[in-house]
C-alpha cells in the first residue's frame, strides 16, 4: 500500500513509529518567524497609533476654534471668545473654550467647556 506525502513526513525512519511533537530545531524556526514578524508589525501598529492620536486632537483644537469663531462673529453674550490649550504635566492636555466682557485675555475669563 502506498502512503501519501504527508504521512511519509510524520514517520520516523528509524523505527517507523509516528512522531509525537516538534522538534527543537523546528521550535526555533518557529519562534524566530514571530519575533521577525513581532519586529516589523510593532512600530508600524504603534505609528498607526500616534497618527490617529494627533488627528483626533487636531480635530478637537479645530473645532474649538470654529466654535469660539462663531460666538465671536455672533457677539454671543457681547464678550470676547477664546480658546486656551492646556498642556498638564500630569493626566491628559485638554482645550478650554473661554469668553471675557472686558478683555480678550484668559485671566479673570469665564471658562465654557
Aim: glycine share 6%; proline share 2%.
Amino acid at each position: 500500500m502506498r502512503r501519501l506525502f504527508w504521512e511519509n513526513y510524520f514517520i520516523t525512519r528509524r523505527n517507523g513509529s509516528v512522531r509525537d511533537g516538534f522538534t527543537f530545531l523546528e521550535l526555533l524556526i518557529a519562534i524566530g518567524i514571530l519575533m521577525i514578524l513581532g519586529a516589523l508589525l510593532i512600530p508600524a501598529f504603534l505609528n498607526f497609533y500616534l497618527r490617529n492620536q494627533l488627528d483626533l486632537e487636531s480635530k478637537e483644537i479645530t473645532l474649538a476654534l470654529r466654535t469660539v469663531q462663531s460666538r465671536s462673529i455672533s457677539r454671543e453674550s457681547e464678550s470676547y471668545w477664546g480658546v486656551h490649550v492646556v498642556n498638564a504635566a500630569s493626566g491628559s492636555d485638554y482645550v478650554e473654550t473661554f469668553y471675557n466682557s472686558s478683555t480678550p485675555a484668559y485671566a479673570g475669563a469665564k471658562i465654557v467647556s
